[in-house]
């Protein structure tokens, strides 16, 4: 499975910006789909992830940090993942990576998603 992100750029503190994440797979559906940032000299931390559409639908989840201001969905007639991010502060300034993970349920460990986009940079500027 390759993964493309795209939608970074440089936004002021308060605005919104929405990354795209298109993969390759036919499969798309099937798999859990995350979001990661990484800042320059922090470690890579899980943002939200959604489940794959199954018999109960998908379930969203994220990490506390940026509930109520990012907002993971998916459209698998595209397969593509979105991520609408509003408020914006510049503590998110990272760069933001797409990742497939075959596993069904939730996933917020990094070694457990199997597949990785290349990351594109968002810019929250103060």
């Known amino acids: 499975v390759q993964l493309q992100a795209s939608g970074g750029g440089l936004v002021q503190a308060g605005g919104s910006l929405r990354l795209s994440c298109a993969a390759s797979s036919r499969s798309f559906s099937l798999y859990t789909m995350g979001w990661f940032r990484q800042a320059p000299g922090k470690e890579r931390e899980f943002v939200t992830g959604i489940t794959w559409s199954g018999w109960n639908g998908v379930s969203t989840y994220s990490t506390d940090s940026v509930k109520g201001r990012f907002t993971i969905s998916r459209a698998n007639a595209k397969n593509t993942v979105y991520l609408q991010m509003s408020s914006l502060k510049p503590e998110d300034t990272a760069v933001h990576y797409c990742?497939?993970?075959?596993?069904?349920?939730?996933?917020?460990?990094?070694?457990?998603?199997?597949?990785w986009g290349q990351g594109t940079q968002v810019t929250v500027s103060s």
């Open positions: 990742a497939a993970g075959r596993a069904s349920r939730q996933i917020r460990e990094a070694n457990e998603y199997d597949y």
